[in-house]
């Protein structure tokens, strides 16, 4: 089993910046990819952006130069920069990790808005 905790959300101005962060407890040598997804009110929940344990790096074409992933294997940590953002990143931002076993585990979500 593997436990999620995600801190960092929040209200911020749009052009603003917010850091997210998920921390992994439980069998967390199992985690191969750590990841970000978000929701928005009346939409599906859509991938914004995942790292595999390598570093190998992927994004959503909306966020792409603008939101920045990384991790910390030792403190099985993932960690989602975001920068300039647009009223339309305004959604719940859920941690995401899967393991070797293709198990797959969700955080409990975090609430980002961007308004003025």
């Known amino acids: 089993q593997v436990q999620l905790v995600e801190s960092g959300g929040g209200l911020v101005q749009p052009g603003g910046s917010l850091r997210l962060s998920c921390a992994a407890s439980?069998?967390?040598?199992?985690?191969?990819?750590m990841g970000w997804y978000r929701q928005a009110p009346g939409k599906q929940r859509e991938l914004v952006a995942f790292?595999?344990?390598?570093?190998?790096?992927n994004y959503a074409d909306s966020v792409k130069g603008r939101f920045t992933i990384s991790r910390d294997n030792a403190k099985n940590t993932v960690y989602l920069q975001m920068n300039s953002l647009k009223p339309e990143d305004t959604a719940v931002y859920y941690c995401n990790v899967v393991t070797r076993t293709q198990y797959i585990y969700w955080g409990q979500g975090t609430q980002v808005t961007v308004s003025s």
């Open positions: 790292i595999i344990r390598a570093g190998s790096t």
């Open positions: 439980g069998t967390t040598f199992s985690i191969n990819t």
